[in-house]
């Protein structure tokens, strides 16, 4: 079976980083953002330093799905065409993530587009994932996009949608060569699980 290689999607901006990057293991796709260093946003950092606190980031992941869902968000505002993906009371998508849902550790974030409070002719959007937490002082990160960003992220997201489909057949057909085959009363994953 031929593999498809993905690449990690790398945005940099002032105050804030953006990666997305595919797990084959797990057939899922991570976006993640990092917050810059105080004292380094909107600077060049020196040879050999860092800029971004990638410890501190922020991560959200997306099923087949929830890629899917992604891209054509993207793809809809990189076409000026906010209304078919704007709800009924105007918000831009977001996405609820809950790792615990998935068996996996984790605090529960909420990932969406938003509309600056004043646009420019080149910021257009930005991309945010906020922590929940009860007592409402989770941490925020965003990061601002231009139109070939939207672009870029629509494209990633949908390659790495299709790829989960190539990925789900190996994880299965490992599972049924390591006699882990999932008996007919496993509920499958839904949409939810991620």
């Given at each position: 079976?031929?593999?498809?290689?993905?690449?990690?999607?790398?945005?940099?901006?002032?105050?804030?980083?953006?990666?997305?990057?595919p797990s084959p293991e797990l057939a899922l796709v991570f976006v993640s953002l990092a917050p810059a260093i105080p004292g380094m946003e909107n600077k060049m950092p020196d040879k050999n330093s860092k800029k971004y606190q990638w410890e501190k980031k922020l991560t959200a992941s997306f099923n087949f799905e929830g890629a899917l869902e992604v891209a054509a968000a993207a793809t809809a505002l990189a076409q000026g065409r906010?209304?078919?993906?704007?709800?009924?009371?105007?918000?831009?998508?977001?996405?609820y993530r809950d790792p615990a849902k998935a068996g996996r550790d984790g605090t529960a974030k909420t990932i969406g587009f938003y509309r600056p409070k004043e646009q420019t002719p080149k910021v257009r959007y930005f991309l945010g994932i906020t922590?929940?937490?009860?007592?409402?002082?989770?941490?925020?990160?965003?990061?601002?996009?231009?139109?070939?960003?939207?672009?870029?992220?629509?494209?990633?997201?949908?390659?790495?949608?299709?790829?989960?489909?190539?990925?789900?057949?190996?994880?299965?057909?490992?599972?049924?060569?390591?006699?882990?085959?999932?008996?007919?009363?496993s509920k499958p994953a839904t949409a939810d699980a991620f």
């Open positions: 079976m031929e593999k498809t290689f993905l690449q990690t999607l790398n945005l940099y901006r002032g105050k804030s980083a953006l990666q997305i990057s906010e209304e078919l993906v704007s709800g009924p009371d105007g918000n831009l998508p977001s996405w922590e929940n937490s009860k007592d409402k002082q989770g941490s925020k990160i965003g990061i601002s996009l231009e139109y070939p960003d939207l672009f870029k992220i629509a494209r990633v997201m949908e390659e790495a949608a299709l790829a989960i489909l190539g990925w789900r057949k190996d994880i299965e057909s490992r599972r049924e060569a390591n006699g882990q085959d999932r008996s007919a009363k």
